[in-house]
């Protein structure tokens, strides 16, 4: 079965810490999907990125960075430098070619305080 | 204007009142999602449709209906609402292919009184 685990429930920091979002999977696919998304207090949903499984390259942008490993079976999503801003709920999912629709982990609420 | 529109985007009714969001996008995506969102349980899947013909259950399905009206436009029905169906819930769309990411509304914060 498909399971997305967020186990940290909320994380405060002040601004300009660096903070880590972890998130651990598990499916029986060898092909699969990660993605996190990002809902501000305002409450949309925002798709930050994408992961396929075939593809363990950490990802860059900005101050966002993802350390995908396969071998524990983890997505974390690191904030360098965080912000007011980045205060947000932040989901992680997982799709797979089986049950191809996505499977949400129960989300971390990051309070970045001045 | 935004992609994928729900409507309305709040809603305060009463407990056995018959009560309809809706959902409409612009992306000519085939697969569509209803979601509800309690705090501290993420997103959960009650319905949905990879194409106009195509309807089914998600994983907390009892008590909602759906309806795909047209490839652009899919309701969620609670026929006759209860306090525990008070949540947000998110209307998505995503293309066929495995890797694209689901796209969201903005949601409906629904509260049954």
């Known amino acids: 079965a498909q399971k997305v685990t967020q186990a940290q429930t909320e994380i405060s920091v002040v601004e300009k810490e660096d903070v880590t979002l972890d998130c651990v999977y598990e499916?029986?696919?060898?092909?699969?999907?990660l993605f996190w998304y990002k809902q501000p207090p305002s409450g949309e949903l925002v798709f930050l990125i994408r992961?396929?499984?075939?593809?363990?390259q950490n990802e860059i942008s900005g101050r966002y960075s993802w350390n995908f490993q396969k071998s524990t079976s983890s997505f974390n999503f690191t904030i360098t430098a965080s912000q007011v801003v980045d205060s947000a709920v932040y989901f992680c999912?997982?799709?797979?070619?089986?049950?191809?629709?996505?499977?949400f982990g129960t989300g971390t609420r990051l309070l970045v305080s001045p | 204007d935004a992609d994928v529109t729900q409507t309305p985007r709040n809603r305060i009714t009463k407990t056995g009142k018959r009560i309809m969001l809706e959902c409409s996008q612009t992306?000519?995506?085939?697969?569509m999602y209803w979601y509800r969102q309690d705090p501290g349980l993420g997103l959960r899947l009650i319905y949905y449709?990879?194409?106009?013909?195509?309807?089914n259950k998600g994983e907390i399905s009892d008590g909602y209906s759906v309806s795909r009206q047209a490839q652009a436009k899919f309701s969620l029905s609670l026929e006759s609402a209860i306090p525990n169906q008070t949540a947000l819930y998110f209307c998505?769309?995503?293309?066929?292919?495995?890797?694209?990411?689901?796209?969201f509304g903005d949601g409906t914060r629904l509260s049954i009184l």
């Open positions: 992961r396929n499984s075939f593809d363990e």
């Open positions: 999912a997982l799709k797979d070619t089986g049950f191809q629709k996505l499977v």
């Open positions: 499916t029986r696919d060898t092909t699969y999907y």
């Open positions: 992306k000519g995506h085939d697969r």
């Open positions: 449709s990879f194409d106009v013909k195509d309807i």
């Open positions: 998505a769309t995503s293309d066929w292919q495995l890797n694209q990411p689901q796209h």
